[in-house]
């Protein structure tokens, strides 16, 4: 869903995309995100996406392996480009 914040386009994240990256911020909250503040949750794909590069960043290969796998699943699903 795309919306507009003085004149500029954000896309808003659905549903789908908050419950399959919840899980991700709880596991890697203490290592990846302890900057995050405690009730974070993503509201636009330019969030997800910072999220995700910190789990990238500083995870373990784990968290490298997955992160990768879903944002081949985001970017195949979308128009955007990371």
């Given amino acids: 869903m795309m919306d507009t914040f003085n004149g500029i386009s954000i896309m808003i994240v659905n549903d789908e995309i908050s419950e ?4 991700h911020i709880i596991k890697y ?3 990846c995100l302890w900057f995050l503040r405690e009730n ?3 509201v636009t794909i330019d969030e997800v996406f ?4 910190s789990i990238e960043r500083y995870g373990d290969r784990e ?3 997955e992160v990768r796998r ?3 699943w985001l970017l195949q699903n979308s128009s955007v480009t990371y």
């Fill in 50 to 53: 910072t999220v995700l590069d």
């Fill in 63 to 65: 968290a490298f392996i």
């Fill in 29 to 31: 909250k203490d290592n």
């Fill in 70 to 72: 879903i944002k081949k």
């Fill in 40 to 42: 974070f949750n993503p």
């Fill in 20 to 23: 399959m990256l919840m899980p």
